[in-house]
């Protein structure tokens, strides 16, 4: 057989051809690994998104018990202060505004820190002054004697001074006369005390 220019030619035009096929071929498996490949980084990254939102979901709610926690201590040692006659009411401001922020603003970091205030607030609240309503046969020595107050007739001097507007002679005392028993300012009355005889 003889090889004529037409064949020349002709395998010319399939090598060119064969050519440009394998480049069009390389190209589209270029393009298909790529788009593979951005496929898998999309993956990895709605992977690392979701993992992300597992985490601080999990650091949120851990926040949250934290808060909630700490809420229901200062609820205890509002208990205690309470039972105690101590003055709650600025720590008990505090603790209903760490629940509001919980459970309405969705704050557990700023709950957590208002309980841990009103934990201290209520540890440190004053002991709030009582009143008692004197009954037939009362003396301030009794009254002082009382285990609800004092337990301990000598500081009868104290409840004196706190009502000294009320009582002109400590000896005597009337019926359904209201005192004040200063157990929250018994530090301001200890050094007036003193001087009464």
Do not use: C
Not at 34 to 55: F, Y
Not at 123 to 152: C, E, P, Q
Not at 177 to 192: D, G, L, N, S
């Amino acid at each position: 057989m003889r090889i004529t220019k037409l064949h020349l030619i002709l395998v010319g035009l399939f090598v060119v051809a064969g050519f440009f096929s394998l480049k069009e071929y390389y190209r589209r498996q270029t393009e298909a690994r790529k788009a593979r490949e951005e496929l898998e980084r999309i993956k990895r990254e709605e992977e690392l998104e979701e993992q992300k939102r597992r985490i601080e979901e999990a650091a949120r709610l851990k926040k949250e018990t934290l808060a909630r926690e700490a809420i229901a201590v200062a609820g205890e040692y509002w208990k205690i202060a309470r039972k105690e006659g101590r003055d709650v009411s600025k720590g008990q401001a505090t603790l209903r505004l760490a629940k509001d922020t919980l459970n309405i603003e969705n704050d557990p970091e700023k709950a957590w820190e208002l309980a841990r205030q009103a934990i201290e607030e209520l540890k440190n609240a004053a002991y709030a002054d009582k009143s008692y309503t004197v009954r037939r046969g009362d003396t301030l020595w009794g009254i002082s004697a009382m285990k609800v107050h004092f337990s301990d007739g000598r500081k009868w001097k104290y409840i004196y001074l706190a009502n000294k507007p009320k009582i002109k002679n400590p000896r005597i005392i009337f019926p359904r006369q209201k005192f004040t028993i200063p157990v929250a300012t018994w530090e301001r009355y200890k050094e007036a005390a003193r001087k009464v005889k």
